[in-house]
Each structure stands twice: as structure tokens, then as C-alpha cells.
């Protein structure tokens, strides 16, 4: 159990302990008026122990909380129990800059805080200490771990020319979204496109041009379809989406929008301007499907018959009739 300190007891070795060490160190009575603020808190907050000793901690932080900060320290008082605050619940106590403004990536300290009670001869508790310490190396690194496996986590899932969903993540989400719809018995369309004649534009252009055409166009397809649609290169020049929630009729909107706009797109390369056209096959969700795969092989079917028709054109899979 902590005791109490008695300011006026105190011998110059402790004040000098209290300035010297690397961690906040303030002591508060129930009024929350100070009575102790070491070098520490000095340096970080610009302000000096006499302008504070005596007066309310509230009046000179305006960005604590008196509400939140009095219930936080009931425990203390009511139970004589330590209270601690980490960085990842609240990143700051008191808003001090970074430590390291100049190389470091914080615009302000991180803290991890204790508050404890200090208990008197009575056994009372008339004060209690909050110690603060710097921690925001070791936020900063554990952000950066997170903000890394993030980045990690995307990469994996996104094709790095095209900004779309690469196959792989493609077909996981297609398979979940096919067992949603076989749940929900609600209509979705899958669409499969890809570009008319894209060997004779990487025969005749080189394949740097070639990559230019594909990213133009699945920028396009980015603007054609919704958040809750799931677009993705499915190899090549060869993209594949599925249009939730969308009816045959609303999706060959779809696709002689994607279908126009790309004819009517110019790329840019070596002075030179490519112009290209797309086909494209659509099937509806049916109940009677009997996996994923078939579903996207008629959509396939589809486009291979849009090929077969002339290209540059959508041809939709025809449900056979029992």
C-alpha cells in the first residue's frame, strides 16, 4: 500500500528524484488541485509547477474531461484501488506534443497512465498520484504492425495492375456470394468480359500498352458497378463480376454501358491513340444451379457466343426449358 506524502516534509532529495526521473509525475487532491508536478510534466506541457500548485487541474487542460476523469478516479478514493489508462483506450491524458517532433510520425505523445491513491496516517485516502509515461515509440510501432499486416492483407487480395480483385480472393468471394444467393433466392447476374482482339493490340503496340488498356479499362468497370458488386481480373484481359442484388434486365444495362464506354475510349501511347472494344457474357442466378463454377461457365458460354456473334456486343445465357 502506497503512503501519503506530506509536500512540506518532502526533502530536497526526493524533489530532485521526482525531477529527474522520465515519467510524469503529478499529485492531486480530491478537488483534483495540485500539489505536486514534477520537471517531466513541466518540459512537456510548457507550463511551470508554481502557476499550478494550488489550482484545478481542469482549469489549465481544458482537454480532460472533468466528468469522465472524476468517475475514472472513483476507485481510487471509494476502493483504494489503481486505476490504469493504456494508449490503446485513450491515447492521451494529457495533450502534450510528440516527444520527437521532428522524426517522429505522431502530431502528440501517447501515454499509458497510472493513478493510485495515497494513503494517509489514518488509513484515509486525501490524495492520489497519476504517473504518465511516454509511450508513443511503442504505439507508433504497434500501429505501424497493424497498418502493415493491413497493407499485407489488401496486396494479397488485389491485382496489382488493375486496383480490382485478383482471382484468388475473387473466387472465394464468388463462392460465398453463390451460397448467399442460394440462401436468399434473391437475383444476381455474373458477367464475364474481355477485350476483342487484345493480341493483336499487344502485337502491335507492345505489352506496356497493352497493361495501359487493361487498367483503363477496369477503371472504367470501377465506375460502371457498385460497392456491393464484386468486380475482378479474372486472368489476362479477362475480368469476371458478379452484380448482386441485380436482375437480368438491370444487368445488361450494365454491360452495354461498359460495353459503349469502352468503345468510345481513347489510351494514350508513344503518340499514339488505341482504341479498343469488349464482349461480354451474362447468366442469372438460378435456384437450380449445381455449383459456383457452373454459374460462371454460363456466363462464360455467354461470352464466348458474343465472341462467336461478331464481339463487341453482350449475349445473355438462355435458361433451357424443361
Not at 479474372?234 to 434486365?249: K, M, N, Q
Request: with cysteine; hydrophobic share 40%.
Amino acid at each position: 500500500m502506497h503512503s501519503s506524502v506530506t509536500l512540506s516534509s518532502t526533502p530536497n532529495v526526493v524533489d530532485e528524484l521526482l525531477d529527474s526521473i522520465e515519467v510524469g509525475i503529478v499529485i492531486l487532491n480530491k478537488q483534483f488541485e495540485v500539489e505536486v508536478w514534477n520537471k517531466f510534466m513541466a518540459n512537456h506541457s510548457g507550463k511551470r509547477a508554481s502557476s499550478l500548485l494550488g489550482t484545478s487541474l481542469f482549469e489549465h487542460f481544458p482537454e480532460i474531461d472533468k466528468q469522465w476523469l472524476t468517475a475514472k478516479v472513483d476507485p481510487v478514493f471509494s476502493l483504494k484501488s489503481p486505476v490504469f489508462i493504456i494508449w490503446e483506450q485513450r491515447p492521451y491524458l494529457f495533450k502534450f506534443g510528440s516527444s520527437r517532433p521532428v522524426t517522429s510520425a505522431a502530431s502528440h505523445m501517447y501515454q499509458n497512465v497510472t493513478m493510485f491513491p495515497l494513503v494517509g496516517d489514518s488509513g484515509s485516502v486525501e490524495n492520489f498520484c497519476i504517473l504518465v509515461y511516454d509511450v508513443t515509440e511503442q504505439a507508433l510501432g504497434k500501429r505501424g504492425m497493424a497498418e502493415l499486416n493491413e497493407e499485407l492483407k489488401i496486396t494479397s487480395r488485389v491485382d496489382g495492375l488493375t486496383g480490382l480483385y485478383n482471382r484468388r480472393y475473387w473466387q472465394e468471394r464468388f463462392e460465398e456470394l453463390y451460397k448467399l444467393s442460394k440462401r436468399r433466392n434473391k437475383p444476381s447476374t455474373a458477367m464475364m468480359l474481355d477485350i476483342d482482339h487484345f493480341k493483336r493490340v499487344n502485337d502491335t503496340y507492345g505489352h506496356q500498352a497493352g497493361d495501359k488498356v487493361i487498367k483503363m479499362l477496369a477503371a472504367l468497370i470501377k465506375r460502371c458497378v457498385r460497392e456491393t458488386d464484386l468486380a475482378g481480373r479474372y486472368g489476362g484481359e479477362e475480368f469476371a463480376i458478379i452484380l448482386t442484388d441485380s436482375t437480368l434486365e438491370n444487368a445488361t444495362r450494365v454491360a452495354e454501358r461498359i460495353r459503349g464506354l469502352a468503345e468510345l475510349l481513347e489510351v494514350e501511347h508513344d503518340g499514339q491513340t488505341i482504341t479498343f472494344t469488349v464482349s461480354l457474357g451474362l447468366a442469372q442466378f438460378e435456384q437450380s444451379l449445381n455449383g459456383p463454377m457452373v454459374w460462371l461457365e454460363q456466363a462464360d458460354q455467354a461470352l464466348y457466343r458474343a465472341k462467336e456473334s461478331g464481339r463487341n456486343q453482350y449475349c445473355v445465357h438462355e435458361v433451357e426449358l424443361e
